[in-house]
């Protein structure tokens, strides 16, 4: 068997374990970080001892290409703004090198067709990647993986994207998990910080509907552009003895009335199906009247085994009504469009409450969901 064969052989591999499937929503990838703290997934270089292997196949080094810069950057990006970003792939060798395949680890990411494209001995070709965040706010990170004939170790390409609304939270987590064995649980109380992007000043109106806790000293008659707000994790435990998923500050913006902020602790992990995957497992309804209607998205991967939803319920009495529903053919992710509408007597103020979704597989999964009522939000 030839290394030739062998890069076949392991461009098959890439493409059938190259791909996270879940890793767009953040919840799967945190999922065994609930449990325990220090697990990641890396990709390691042929120094390290890392790559993809093939029995009785005799590994030689990575190919020589060099890619300029070593990370591909989106930067700062909102939920649904698709962004586009490239590398340059640079042959540093004298030989012309023939790109097999390219394959992001993530369905969020699309990559230029370079399959088969030659780069020229000292030339480069460049390698565009597109980004789709989707609902999704925090630290998105990925990776391209790239492989060149007569080459069986992978070319690993980190790619990184902070995806924000105009008013963000810093940490976009709180890791309040387990310490090990016989070890406290750490980040329980803490400080987060909500700032504007742009600069411009607002107020905090509540913390998962609480009044806020204001680091330092604080001002109600002049509002800001940054704050410093402290929490206690144990004052949002909830009637069921858990943590919320999500910490929600809410603000007096109108383009971010809602910011939340991940809770990573064992008892705030939601239970998964593995026949139901989303791209997002939460839902930000934002600000709304009593009597007033929101519309928003949700997508779920492998259409083909999970179907069209059937059903979206929920306790508030709130109407759930879904309104469009297509499948991305190269994807296979259904895209869901709905309207929640609020009840005329709905109780003003923040809720937070689950949603349950169905499948027409007959797989269900519930995941939550905040809004605010407020009767100020009705229309002039």
């Known amino acids: 068997m030839t290394i030739r064969f062998a890069s076949v052989l392991l461009c098959s591999s890439l493409i059938l374990v190259g791909c996270d499937r879940d890793s767009g929503s953040s919840e799967a990838a945190s999922q065994n970080g609930d449990q325990q703290s220090g697990s990641s997934l890396t990709a390691t270089s042929p120094e390290g001892g890392g790559g993809l292997l093939t029995p009785g196949v005799d590994m030689s080094p990575i190919a020589p290409i060099r890619v300029v810069p070593d990370i591909l950057d989106w ?14 792939l640079e042959n540093v060798s004298d030989q012309p090198m023939k790109i097999l395949t390219v394959q992001p680890s993530c369905k969020c990411t699309t990559v230029d067709s370079l399959e088969g494209q030659v780069i020229p001995p000292k030339g480069f070709v460049e390698l565009e990647a597109v980004l789709d965040p989707q609902t999704n706010t925090g630290t998105r990170k990925t990776v391209i993986r790239v492989l060149i004939d007569g080459y069986s170790n992978v070319l ?191 109780e003003p103020g923040f809720h937070y409450f689950p949603l349950q979704l169905y499948a027409s597989n007959q797989s269900q999964i519930s995941i939550p969901a905040f809004i605010r009522v407020d009767p100020a939000s009705a229309a002039p």
């Open 75 to 88: 930067g700062l990006i909102a939920p649904y703004q698709e962004a586009t970003a490239s590398v340059r």
């Open 156 to 346: 690993s390409i980190n790619a990184q994207a902070e995806i924000s609304r105009p008013i963000r939270a810093t940490p976009t987590f709180i890791n309040a998990v387990d310490a090990g064995e016989g070890g406290a649980v750490r980040n329980m109380t803490g400080t987060v910080q909500i700032a504007s992007l742009d600069g411009s000043p607002f107020r905090i109106r509540s913390v998962h509907g609480m009044a806020p806790d204001h680091a330092g000293e604080f001002d109600p008659e002049n509002p800001k552009n940054s704050y410093t707000l402290n929490y206690d994790l144990e004052n949002f435990l909830q009637p069921d003895g858990r943590y919320p998923r999500y910490l929600i500050f809410e603000t007096d913006r109108a383009d971010s009335p809602l910011v939340e902020v991940m809770v990573r602790h064992r008892m705030s992990s939601p239970q998964l199906n593995r026949n139901f995957k989303l791209t997002d497992y939460k839902m930000n309804l934002g600000r709304v009247a009593p009597g007033g209607s929101v519309e928003a998205a949700l997508g779920v991967h492998e259409a083909t085994t999970t179907g069209d939803l059937i059903q979206i319920t929920n306790e508030l009495g709130y109407l759930i009504e879904l309104l469009d529903q297509s499948v991305d053919e190269e994807s296979d992710d259904l895209q869901v469009q709905i309207r929640v509408t609020v009840p005329e007597d709905a």
